[in-house]
């Protein structure tokens, strides 16, 4: 009965570097989202992916952000050239499907860190 | 843009009482309200939701209420457990989009 599984917990980056973080939905689910969360702050929206599609990457970063959802193996989402404004919380969630107002099951987020 | 705004940032109160989380949202095409916990170090988890067609939706001691007129929801627990203890989050749907307010943390008090 595995809930959404996130690696890694904590990741460590300097500036330059490539972040990539990866997110296994909940059995089932075919429908993932990536959110970040900045100190102080809420989560906000950054993309909807379904199996090999992105639906929906309107809170995304323009450049040095993309997300996959390939059809075997986790969702990942990858940060090129990071820089210290992407030490942040980053969540994913899932759902079995993307009918407005079903529920997302959250994982336990990414802490990335930009020394 | 901030589309959803939980003005307090934490609330204190006394196990057995009834805590109280407001929640206010500026875009009238939202379909659907979720409130979602949150606990350090974890990821939120769902707790109950509320269509715009509704007014209020009950589970257990959890009741939400929607107020259309004043844009307004807020999430009642009644009576407060120390377990409540968490981050409180209320989230405004439409289509694929999720909208987040920035929590409000709720200490319940022994």
């Known amino acids: 009965n595995a809930g959404v599984m996130q690696n890694p917990r904590h990741l460590v980056r300097r500036r330059g570097q490539e972040a990539r973080l990866r997110c296994s939905p909940m059995?089932?689910?075919?429908?993932v989202y990536w959110y970040r969360q900045l100190p102080e702050e809420g989560l906000k929206f950054m993309v909807y992916?379904?199996?090999?599609?992105?639906?929906?990457e309107s809170g995304m970063p323009k450049e040095r952000f993309s997300a996959e959802f390939p059809k075997e193996g986790p969702s990942i989402l990858r940060i090129q050239q990071v820089v210290r404004g992407d030490s942040a919380a980053y969540f994913c969630?899932?759902?079995?499907?993307?009918?407005?107002?079903?529920?997302?099951?959250f994982g336990d987020g990414t802490r990335l860190s930009i020394l | 843009d901030q589309q959803v705004k939980q003005n307090s940032p934490s609330l204190s109160v006394q196990e057995g009482r009834i805590s109280i989380l407001n929640c206010d949202y500026t875009?009238?095409?939202?379909?659907?309200f979720l409130w979602y916990k949150k606990y350090p170090a974890e990821g939120p988890t769902f707790l109950i939701s509320?269509?715009?067609?509704?007014d209020k939706n009950e589970d257990g001691r959890f009741t939400v209420f929607l107020n259309k007129s004043a844009k307004h929801l807020s999430l009642h627990i009644v009576p407060s457990q120390p377990g409540d203890s968490a981050v409180y989050f209320c989230?405004?749907?439409?289509?694929?989009?999720?909208?987040f307010g920035t929590g409000t943390s709720l200490t319940v008090i022994p």
């Open positions: 992916l379904q199996k090999e599609n992105i639906i929906d």
């Open positions: 875009n009238s095409m939202f379909d659907y």
């Open positions: 989230a405004g749907n439409t289509g694929n989009q999720f909208y």
């Open positions: 969630a899932s759902s079995p499907r993307g009918a407005v107002g079903q529920p997302q099951h």
């Open positions: 509320i269509s715009s067609i509704k």
């Open positions: 059995k089932g689910h075919s429908h």
